[in-house]
């Protein structure tokens, strides 16, 4: 479409980098321990916890009513399929491999991690999609997720 009719100056495209999750968190060392000896994460002193390409930077909150996980979101009818999202909140997602995902869930749980929600397989769109939800220390809620084309 011609930038003039559209009122837009045509701009060459900006590269934006990784994207980093801050998370405040009510007692810093705690949750540095957590995703350091339960998650697996790598964990250092400013408090970046990363593993893979997940990465996440712990900072202590002011006080506890600062520190709030997501609440579940409204339902949608206007989604490109015909799910309305999800039933429980999401604070991280994190896209990993079909059979990565329970291998990921069982290594959590050994090391004590909170599995709020067990691997469970769902279907939409054409496609399958397995989802685990893993707790930290205060309620964040880091949905492991993996899709895959769902089979004829």
Known sequence: MDAQLTGMQAEPKKAL?????VRLV???????AYYRDQLGCLVDDWGHA???????????????????PNAVSAKRSNYPTDWEGPE????TFVHMGWEELSAYVEEVRGRGARIAIEPFIGAHGGWEFKNAYVL???GYSIVLGAMRQAEL
Do not use: C, F, H, N
């Open 17 to 21: 980098g990784k994207t980093i999750q």
């Open 26 to 32: 009510s007692d810093l060392a705690r949750s540095q």
């Open 50 to 68: 990363e593993r893979d390409e997940m990465i996440v930077i712990l900072q202590q909150a002011a006080s506890a009513q600062d520190v709030r």
């Open 88 to 91: 429980y909140g999401w604070d």
């Open 136 to 138: 930290d220390p205060d």
